[in-house]
């Protein structure tokens, strides 16, 4: 028997067998989609409010405030409900209906506003008044932490020890940053490998950040190489991931399995995982997985 929190974290980690280009190299994907929140910010927002609970930062009294595009937000208004504290997310308007519906049936209080940047700007701007408490995942260790103390290890123990390179879409970058640490620190030689969007692509999840919205967890250092995916990619290689693979995921996993792929391509050998950082029902509202 097991508490819904004990179930966050420990997903699986599969073998994609059709798409890869390479017989010398295996590449898998950790499916993150099986979270009991539908993604991988179940591991942030869970260490991130329980975390400031620990320290005293939060109680039953305090209410919370974060910007977030969607995956985020639905783990935190479940982990917030869970805990039994109010929390308010502030989304851009362009996102699925289905995150704003999800994010209400977990009871959280959702604002609406034209940008990913003037959310952020929102909810800073409201953690500074009394009896508000902003998680910022976008500066706050915890969110990497997470991955440090949990997706990591799971990554390094299930590949045997194997993996050569890991490739995570690049948004918070709190996955990248936690990952990193914690696989150099296993193995120095094995390759990070960042996904950020093409100038003129909008991929949900993942960002070209302007220079001053960059997230203060961010440590390029961390990060060995950067690739750019096109949106129109992300979305191929998502509807092929699941017609091919069996895989359903959104537009950000479609877009680190095409890196993924491309660097296979490249290697004479190597073990690449890469994160399927959540579930394709998240975007039935939206055309990604209509023929085209």
Not at 25 to 54: H, Q, Y
Not at 94 to 105: F, G, I, Y
Not at 201 to 220: A, N, Q, T
Not at 229 to 251: L, P, T
Request: aromatic letters at 6%.
């Amino acid at each position: 028997m097991a508490s819904l929190i004990e179930c966050i974290g420990n997903t699986p980690l599969v073998e994609i067998q059709k798409l890869n280009p390479n017989p010398a190299v295996r590449i898998f994907a950790k499916l993150e989609g099986n979270n009991p929140g539908g993604s991988v910010k179940d591991r942030a927002a869970l260490n991130m409010i329980r975390s400031a609970m620990e320290r005293g930062e939060v109680s039953k009294e305090t209410k919370l405030v974060e910007a977030t595009s969607g995956n985020t937000g639905i783990a935190l208004a479940m982990i917030a409900a869970i805990y039994g504290l109010e929390i308010e997310l502030v989304m851009p308007s362009n996102s699925t209906r289905e995150r704003t519906l999800t994010m209400e049936a977990f009871g959280a209080k959702v604002t609406l506003l034209d940008s990913i940047e003037i959310c952020r700007d929102y909810a800073e701007e409201k953690g500074t008044k009394p009896g508000y408490f902003l998680l910022n995942q976008f500066a706050n260790p915890d969110n990497y932490l997470a991955h440090y103390k949990t997706t990591g290890p799971e990554i390094w123990t299930d590949t045997e020890h194997q993996i050569t390179h890991f490739v995570s879409s690049m948004g918070t970058t709190g996955s990248i940053m936690g990952n990193s640490m914690y696989l150099k620190e296993q193995n120095p030689d094995i390759q990070i490998v960042g996904c950020q969007p093409t100038e003129e692509s909008s991929i949900p999840g993942i960002r070209r950040w302007p220079k001053e919205y960059l997230p203060k967890i961010f440590d390029p250092s961390r990060v060995d190489r950067v690739m750019d995916v096109s949106q129109d990619e992300a979305s191929e290689y998502a509807r092929k991931m699941a017609k091919s693979e069996g895989i359903f995921a959104g537009m950000s996993s479609g877009g680190a399995l095409a890196c993924s792929l491309r660097l296979a391509a490249e290697l004479s050998s190597g073990v690449i995982v890469f994160i399927a950082c959540d579930r394709g029902d998240r975007y039935l509202s939206s055309d990604l997985f209509l023929d085209k």
